[in-house]
């Protein structure tokens, strides 16, 4: 430890062993890694409200803590206003500027996403705004950081999915589809009708029709009918 109350321990192997390991810190626990100019790169880091991670995280589960007996007030959401609102989030192509892509690990690419002030207005149950979030080491430091929970997304693209196949459901049952049945049956009757109504204009156009000539073509239908039965 120096004047500064500074600690520093170097090595090829550095361990330490027990039963448990603890460390207070004032503003943040940081790991980094050698670059290979020999200059340090924060590759993780724990701040006293958030974990942040400045490389991709390979694991095999994650796990979320659900059990009941840690829940309360619990009730049904509404299936048909998630769907809804879930259609009015816009979608966007981005990169993310160089300081922040740098800090974080994250490559000069094109991704797709979601912008937080936008999802605001419709999911505000979605986006956190940290007051000020600060990483000592680049002094970046932004006012009102939003952040999106892309878990609960996920969460209710199940309850859109669920208002989805109902609908479908429902359809399937409507009467609508009894229609597509009866449409076909009915269209020959639909098309002797139209000939009858364009032979009727044909006769009034051509030359004067007696009362007997319209009472015919308004019977012949009818006797068309009585024949095929």
Not at 130 to 151: A, D, V, W, Y
Not at 156 to 185: G, M
Not at 210 to 226: I, K, Q, S, W, Y
């Amino acid at each position: 430890m120096d004047t500064h109350g500074e600690i520093e321990m170097s090595g090829t192997t550095v361990r330490a062993s027990g039963e448990s390991i603890s460390a207070e810190v004032k503003h943040s626990f940081e790991l980094s890694h050698v670059n290979a100019d020999g200059t340090p790169n924060v590759t993780f880091r724990a701040l006293s409200d958030l974990v942040i991670s400045h490389v991709p995280l390979q694991v095999p589960k994650l796990l979320t803590p659900s059990d009941e007996r840690i829940k309360t007030d619990i009730k049904a959401i509404d299936h048909e206003d998630i769907f809804h609102r879930l259609q009015d989030l816009q979608l966007k192509s981005f990169k993310y500027d160089r300081e922040w892509g740098e800090m974080m690990g994250v490559d000069d690419e094109t991704v797709r996403g979601l912008i937080a002030q936008e999802v605001t207005d419709i999911f505000p149950e979605y986006v956190t705004v940290k007051s000020e979030f600060h990483l000592t080491e680049n002094g970046l430091r932004m006012e009102n950081f939003t952040q999106i929970n892309q878990q609960a997304i996920i969460v209710d693209l199940l309850a859109a999915l669920q208002a989805q196949q109902k609908r479908i459901s429902i359809l399937k049952n409507s009467p609508v589809k009894n229609l597509e049945v009866q449409v076909p049956s009915i269209f020959p009757q639909v098309l002797h009708l139209a000939e009858r109504q364009v032979r009727l204009m044909f006769l009034l156009e051509t030359r004067p029709v007696g009362p007997l000539d319209l009472f015919g073509l308004l019977l012949a239908p009818v006797e068309t009918r009585m024949a095929k039965t």
